[in-house]
């Protein structure tokens, strides 16, 4: 027996179907600053992530470039900078690798991101919402940096900070990059693991807080966090090394080549 939707032309239905799904532009943006203000919420209420990630950077800056070597970096203008840059791009390194890897391996191995999908979001708003969130989290520790910074000897002026803390910012997303690209081969427990791999060599190998020998500078070469700090420094007028093409090659190659590594492995196996 033929019902009103038999009698409906095939063509129209799907045209119909493709309608409910078209969301006006005004509710999709609406979608996307909702899912990145909810996403920065609960990470905010995580004390095991906002805690570490907001205080250390400023809190060891304090330690070091204040209480336990503040006079000798009082003396040296070139230290003060070293140091202040240093625990900014610490800073920068840890809600992007910690934010995504960890959240995006425990939602890949609850089934929350094949919820998501079947849910009617727009398309990658979870991905858009954790790299939002990262960049808040980073917003807050730059501007803990700045206020800090007089207290380390770091002499910056009102417009070095504002350029710092922009490319402390978006610098953050290759390492967005590297933390999406964990989660999505580990599991849940293992994924911290896995990214203190990556993070704790990276900050001593990439020669950011403790300078290398001259024999092995090349390693740190091939560190986003070494590419990052010079282009900090080349942001304040300051004396890096390389080119900023180069710099702005490589952290763009990370960001793109591993987030598209991830997109495939979700897409497969999620």
């Not at 920065?40 to 570490?52: C, D, I, T, V």
């Not at 207290?151 to 922009?166: K, T, Y």
Request: proline share 6%; aromatic share 10%.
């Amino acid at each position: 027996m033929n019902t009103v939707a038999d009698s409906i032309p095939a063509e129209s239905r799907a045209v119909e179907k493709t309608a409910a799904r078209t969301m006006p532009g005004r509710r999709v943006w609406r979608a996307y600053a909702i899912e990145a203000k909810y996403e920065s919420l609960r990470m905010l209420r995580a004390p095991a992530f906002a805690g570490p990630f907001l205080l250390l950077p400023a809190g060891l800056y304090l330690l070091f470039g204040f209480l336990l070597f503040g006079d000798a970096i009082a003396k040296d203008p070139n230290a003060a900078l070293f140091m202040f840059m240093g625990f900014s791009i610490m800073g920068v390194m840890g809600p992007g690798m910690f934010g995504f890897g960890v959240t995006v391996a425990t939602e890949r191995e609850q089934g929350l991101l094949q919820l998501k999908r079947a849910l009617p979001t727009p398309p990658g708003a979870t991905l858009l919402a954790k790299m939002v969130m990262s960049m808040f989290f980073v917003a807050i520790i730059m501007a803990s940096m700045a206020a800090a910074a007089p207290l380390g000897h770091a002499r910056l002026s009102a417009a070095q900070m504002f350029s710092v803390g922009l490319v402390g910012i978006f610098g953050s997303m290759p390492f967005c990059a590297l933390g999406f690209f964990v989660g999505s081969l580990a599991s849940a427990k293992s994924a911290p693991a896995f990214i203190n791999l990556l993070y704790l060599p990276m900050i001593y190998l990439s020669g950011i807080l403790i300078p290398l020998p001259k024999s092995a500078e090349w390693i740190s070469h091939l560190s986003p966090a070494w590419h990052l700090k010079q282009a900090a420094l080349a942001a304040i007028g300051a004396t890096g090394e390389g080119s900023m093409a180069v710099h702005f090659a490589v952290l763009a190659g990370v960001t793109v080549v591993f987030t598209a590594f991830a997109i495939r492995r979700l897409a497969r196996h999620s």
